[in-house]
């Protein structure tokens, strides 16, 4: 979408006077950096990222100043699937076995991304 209706989007759903729920859906992209959706009271995070700040980013649009309700975040893993190859990777990187500088993947990361 236009960053014109995006912009829009994101003003309706802060300013939702109904008592329906309401979704907005967005790509962890594009919902890392510059937006703020405090009426929301749930993130779910369903695509991986490599670097794990990147999903805390896109959780911490949720969870903001302003933000008046309990925020429940929930991550997504599939058994058998590059998602869990990623989540050891972010425990790796959480433990300060691997560490990504400049956003370069070291062979270590690859290695545990390919097993």
């Known amino acids: 979408s236009s960053a014109t209706q995006r912009d829009r989007q994101i003003r309706e759903f802060q300013n939702a006077t109904s008592s329906r729920p309401a979704v907005f859906v967005i790509t962890l992209k594009a919902g890392s950096v510059g937006i703020t959706l405090t009426a929301a009271s749930h993130c779910f995070l369903i695509e991986p990222a490599l670097d794990p700040a ?11 100043l302003g933000q008046t309700k309990p925020v429940h975040v929930t991550k997504f893993v599939y ?7 990623i989540l050891s990777l972010h425990n790796a990187i959480a433990a300060g076995r691997i560490k990504i500088v400049d956003n370069q993947i070291p062979p270590a990361a690859v290695r545990l991304l390919m097993s």
């Open 54 to 64: 990147t999903e805390v980013q896109a959780a911490g649009r949720v969870h903001r």
């Open 79 to 85: 058994s058998r699937s590059p998602e869990e190859n």
